[in-house]
């Protein structure tokens, strides 16, 4: 019988979201988020290539595993390689009773993969950047083209013909620019400039006012995530 090897994928989602077309969406925006399945995906293949040159040829589980009791994803498949909060106890439960590699088969796998370990990546090599130089647009979630306008209510993207709602685009927006600049106070000015006007004033101040918390005067207001 093959062994098995568990690739484990741990999400510490909070919050609602739904499940449809393959692809997983926030439920209070429908801003679709990067797919942990495709990412586990990503994993296993590599894992399995770098196994397979040690000569190593066992069956790879992939899973991931939902761990904060606070996340809740509506239209989930039932047969899929989910595991959610209340069902991680039973998960490893079963796990245990499982038959595991003997010690010398294990320790050779272990002994491949840390000969494949590095400890310096190019997340250590963060390049410089400010805001003044950053590209202005709101960017494509999919290929990070710049968004046109495709109607009142959606961007479009010209590469990838990616379409995305006009809210959840500035909602993506902003946040990722608070988590670049923390220290900018978010202005509409500031995320109309952002945009490079594709959107107007009046909807990125609708958005702001609806999704952040408005501090300060009219005139000198900003918008926090808190």
């Known amino acids: 019988m093959q062994d098995t090897i568990y690739l484990l994928e741990l999400k ?6 739904i499940y449809k077309n393959g692809d997983f969406y926030l439920n209070h925006t429908n801003t679709r988020i990067r797919n942990p399945l495709h990412q586990l995906q990503r ?30 994803l509506y239209q989930a498949p039932i ?28 320790n050779a796998m272990i002994k491949a993969l840390e000969n494949e370990h590095t400890d310096e990546t190019n997340f250590d090599h963060v390049p410089n950047y400010t ?20 109607n009142q209510k959606r961007m479009g993207c010209s590469r990838c013909y ?25 202005t509409t000015a500031l995320i109309y400039e952002l945009g490079g006007g ?17 501090k300060g005067s009219k005139k000198g207001s900003y918008y926090t995530f808190d």
């Open 43 to 72: 994993a296993e293949d590599l894992l399995r290539e770098t196994l397979h040159e040690h000569a190593f040829y066992p069956h790879i589980q992939s899973i991931v595993v939902f761990v904060n009791p606070e996340f809740f």
């Open 12 to 17: 510490n989602y909070y919050g609602d979201y």
């Open 198 to 214: 594709t959107v107007s004033i009046k909807v990125i101040r609708k958005v702001l006012r609806r999704f952040l918390q408005m």
């Open 131 to 150: 805001y003044e130089n950053i590209k202005k647009g709101f960017l494509c979630q999919k290929c990070s083209a710049v968004l046109q306008r495709a």
């Open 79 to 106: 047969q899929s390689n989910m595991i959610f909060p209340a069902q991680i106890k039973k998960f490893l439960f079963q796990l245990s009773k499982k038959n595991s590699y003997s010690s010398v088969q294990m």
């Open 162 to 186: 990616q379409q995305e709602e006009v809210v959840s685009v500035v909602l993506r927006s902003t946040l990722e620019l608070h988590i670049l600049f923390t220290e900018l106070k978010i």
